[in-house]
């Protein structure tokens, strides 16, 4: 009796727990239910620049840039009937001076109120007229206030007028992966506004000009483009469009503007003095070291230029510098390659000095050259 008793207890117990589980289990899943779900986490969206506005902003100050160029020819016109050529040869021996007309099209950037237009210098080279197109679509009568072929830089100025100006912006801060806006005329498509990215800085070896110190681009870039702007996310200037590398003549991402901070510079020089004042030393011709002709001196890494050609009556003569002499430094600056001696010695100013350190017959020695004025004649 008493071990019944005790069974029917441990059964009654059992009951009484299962039934409080159940009971318990619906609770926990009516609160599991009823509670709201967890919200997501919000996902930080990066905005990205608001190009519309720097559009708007920039184009204003884009104009675009017709200039009638001439050039003297003295192939006659009857040369070119392949009869004329098979009669004489290669020879022409109706040969006359001739004139050649040309319009060429291109763009600007107004970069101050009273009118300063910046330019290349290709777009407006020989050209007997010249007009500027603003966005407004008035025509305006230029005055050119002067060249400098050696940075592919022109400035004009668009007589009596007060216009909106782009400023001026730091290239030295721009960026590789910096978004910029190329805006010009592409294909006399007034006002065309491209979008790209910064592909490199200080890019040199390109063969356009003398003094090579590029922005590359792959913001669309077509001809009439030239002289055009490339902004920034600020919309600020900080290049001017120049050049493009293509196989086809069209774009093919690869685009090239003179840095903001050289060309302020030109510009300045331009309307202070109508010219721009360069220095010389007389060195006129220059190489890249090669990896046997380091090697044979003695020079690791194979960086440095040499000195190929100079003229003999010149400040780098009297200062002892010699055909074959490697440059390894410029003013204790290690020295890359041709490209970097050809900019340092563009950019030396009249008056100062260059310190080379250059290796000649397997010794260093370092010269001091004396920066003169160029002369017009060269």
Same mark, same amino acid.
């Given at each position: 009796?008493?071990?019944?008793?005790?069974?029917?207890?441990?059964?009654?117990?059992?009951?009484?727990?299962?039934?409080?589980?159940?009971?318990?289990?619906?609770? *926990?899943d009516e609160r599991t239910l009823a509670a709201p779900a967890p919200e997501p986490r919000a996902v930080l969206a990066v905005p990205g620049p608001d190009f519309a506005s720097i559009a708007r902003r920039a184009t204003p100050a884009v104009v675009n *840039?017709?200039?009638?160029?001439?050039?003297?020819?003295?192939?006659?016109?009857?040369?070119?009937?392949?009869?004329?050529?098979?009669?004489?040869?290669?020879?022409?021996?109706?040969?006359?001076?001739?004139?050649?007309?040309?319009?060429?099209?291109?763009?600007?950037?107004?970069?101050?109120?009273?009118?300063?237009?910046?330019?290349?210098?290709?777009?407006?080279?020989?050209?007997?007229?010249?007009?500027?197109?603003?966005?407004?679509?008035?025509?305006?009568a230029v005055t050119l206030v002067g060249t400098d072929p050696a940075t592919d830089i022109a400035v004009l100025r668009i007589d009596g007028a007060r216009l909106l100006a782009l400023p001026w912006g730091d290239s030295s801060a721009a960026s590789v992966?910096?978004?910029?806006?190329?805006?010009?005329?592409?294909?006399?498509?007034?006002?065309?506004?491209?979008?790209?990215?910064?592909?490199?800085?200080?890019?040199?070896?390109?063969?356009?000009?003398?003094?090579?110190?590029?922005?590359?681009?792959?913001?669309?870039?077509?001809?009439?483009?030239?002289?055009?702007?490339?902004?920034?996310?600020?919309?600020?200037?900080?290049?001017?469009?120049?050049?493009?590398?293509?196989?086809?003549?069209?774009?093919?991402?690869?685009?090239?503007?003179?840095?903001?901070?050289?060309?302020?510079?030109?510009?300045?020089?331009?309307?202070?003095?109508?010219?721009?004042?360069?220095?010389?030393?007389?060195?006129?011709?220059?190489?890249?070291?090669?990896?046997?002709?380091?090697?044979?001196?003695?020079?690791?890494?194979?960086?440095?230029?040499?000195?190929?050609?100079?003229?003999?009556?010149?400040?780098?003569?009297?200062?002892?510098?010699?055909?074959?002499?490697?440059?390894?430094?410029?003013?204790?600056?290690?020295?890359?390659?041709?490209?970097?001696?050809?900019?340092?010695?563009?950019?030396?100013?009249?008056?100062?000095?260059?310190?080379?350190?250059?290796?000649?017959?397997?010794?260093?020695?370092?010269?001091? *050259?004396?920066?003169?004025?160029?002369?017009?004649?060269?």
């Amino acid at each position: 009796m008493r071990r019944a008793l005790v069974v029917l207890a441990c059964l009654l117990c059992l009951a009484a727990g299962i039934a409080l589980g159940l009971r318990f289990g619906a609770r *926990i899943d009516e609160r599991t239910l009823a509670a709201p779900a967890p919200e997501p986490r919000a996902v930080l969206a990066v905005p990205g620049p608001d190009f519309a506005s720097i559009a708007r902003r920039a184009t204003p100050a884009v104009v675009n *840039i017709s200039a009638l160029q001439v050039y003297r020819s003295e192939r006659s016109p009857f040369f070119s009937d392949p009869f004329f050529q098979d009669f004489f040869g290669l020879d022409d021996p109706f040969r006359v001076p001739m004139e050649q007309r040309k319009t060429s099209l291109g763009s600007g950037v107004i970069v101050s109120a009273d009118g300063i237009v910046v330019t290349n210098n290709h777009v407006i080279e020989k050209a007997r007229q010249i007009a500027v197109t603003t966005v407004d679509r008035k025509r305006h009568a230029v005055t050119l206030v002067g060249t400098d072929p050696a940075t592919d830089i022109a400035v004009l100025r668009i007589d009596g007028a007060r216009l909106l100006a782009l400023p001026w912006g730091d290239s030295s801060a721009a960026s590789v992966g910096e978004y910029v806006l190329a805006v010009g005329n592409p294909f006399q498509l007034n006002q065309t506004v491209t979008m790209g990215i910064i592909s490199a800085t200080g890019r040199s070896n390109v063969g356009i000009v003398d003094y090579e110190d590029f922005i590359q681009t792959d913001a669309a870039i077509n001809p009439g483009n030239s002289g055009g702007a490339l902004v920034n996310t600020r919309a600020e200037l900080i290049g001017i469009n120049t050049a493009i590398y293509s196989r086809s003549g069209g774009y093919q991402g690869v685009g090239f503007a003179v840095p903001a901070n050289l060309a302020r510079k030109i510009v300045e020089l331009l309307v202070a003095r109508g010219r721009v004042l360069r220095g010389y030393v007389g060195i006129t011709r220059i190489a890249d070291l090669g990896e046997d002709d380091a090697a044979s001196l003695g020079i690791q890494p194979a960086q440095g230029a040499i000195v190929v050609e100079m003229r003999r009556r010149s400040p780098a003569a009297a200062a002892g510098l010699e055909p074959g002499d490697v440059v390894v430094s410029v003013n204790a600056r290690p020295l890359l390659d041709a490209a970097q001696l050809r900019n340092e010695l563009s950019a030396a100013e009249v008056g100062s000095r260059i310190r080379l350190e250059v290796v000649r017959e397997g010794r260093r020695r370092e010269i001091i *050259i004396s920066v003169e004025e160029a002369q017009p004649n060269g």
